[in-house]
């Protein structure tokens, strides 16, 4: 058997979100998971009033 495409590897964890309460949540999560980001990046920038988002 052949190994697996990076490609594979990289779709092998996905489901198709056909309910729209779980896309929503699942969206919302990330949404809470970018923003998280987006305020360690300004932290680490430098910038202190991190609180103001």
Do not use: C
């Not at 919302?28 to 910038?47: E, M, Q, Y």
């Amino acid at each position: 058997m052949s190994e697996p495409t990076v490609k594979d590897q990289l779709v092998s964890d996905h489901a198709e979100l056909y309910d729209t309460l779980v896309a929503r949540s699942y969206f919302a999560k990330f949404d809470r998971i970018t923003g998280h980001l987006a305020r360690i990046a300004w932290a680490r920038a430098g910038f202190s009033n991190v609180g103001a988002w």
